[in-house]
């Protein structure tokens, strides 16, 4: 079956540090990759996407996430975190061969203290 | 703000009874889908909707139902609720099948 895994469930790190958030999928066609932020009490907000062309996107608030195809991996990482990325952290996948849905990994919560 | 609006924020009710929960897409989507999002579960796909019709079906109990209006709304209709019902549920909606989906507000839906 197809699954998104994300293997840290929760992250803690101080200001100014550097993140890496892990996203792996196991589906052996082409996909559409998405990363999503839910901050306290809110809904779903995207952060970057990636659907083909550069494996490395540039998304919202100084996020970027690479695709790479041989890992079937799409990591999430910002060089220098901020008190207000304190949130929870989807990946998603979406089969081009069945886009009528978004596989969610189970998420990341990122804590970031000052 | 996504644009999409789902309504109501929260509602509470009891074992047995029946809801309906209401999500307005963006101006100009086609597609509608509903997601349900647990501590056990996680987000979870439950149905998707592209120009008033059904296009596919996920982890969706047959007590739940859903529908798109020609004004392309959606609702999700929630029978004899369960304790195990209470979730966030959300809404998506993207211009077509392809597409980015994004998400509304949501709806907490708790059950007594």
């Known amino acids: 079956a197809q699954s998104v895994s994300q293997h840290n469930h929760h992250v803690i790190l101080s200001e100014a540090a550097s993140l890496e958030l892990g996203c792996n999928y196991s589906y052996g066609g082409t996909v559409n990759l998405f990363w999503y932020v839910q901050y306290p009490g809110q809904h779903l907000q995207l952060l970057l996407k990636y659907f083909s062309g550069d494996p490395l996107v540039k998304g919202i608030k100084g996020f970027e996430a690479e695709f790479i195809k041989s890992k079937f991996s799409f990591n999430l990482r910002k060089p220098s975190v901020q008190w207000s990325d304190t949130a929870e952290y989807f990946c998603?996948?979406?089969?081009?061969?069945?886009?009528?849905?978004?596989?969610f990994g189970t998420g990341t919560r990122l804590q970031v203290f000052p | 703000d996504s644009g999409v609006t789902q309504t109501p924020k929260h509602l509470i009710t009891a074992t047995g009874q029946r809801v309906t929960l209401r999500c307005s897409p963006r101006?100009?989507?086609?597609?509608v889908y509903w997601y349900q999002q647990s501590l056990d579960q996680g987000l979870q796909f439950l149905i998707h909707?592209?120009?008033?019709?059904?296009?596919a079906k996920g982890n969706i109990l047959e007590r739940f139902s859903a529908q798109q209006f020609p004004d392309l709304h959606s609702e999700l209709n929630l029978s004899s609720l369960e304790l195990g019902d209470s979730a966030l549920y959300f809404c998506a909606s993207s211009i077509d099948l392809t597409d980015t989906q994004y998400f509304g507000p949501g709806t907490r839906l708790t059950v007594l």
């Open positions: 909707y592209y120009n008033g019709e059904e296009r």
């Open positions: 998603a996948v979406n089969p081009i061969s069945n886009t009528d849905k978004l596989i």
């Open positions: 101006s100009g989507d086609l597609s």
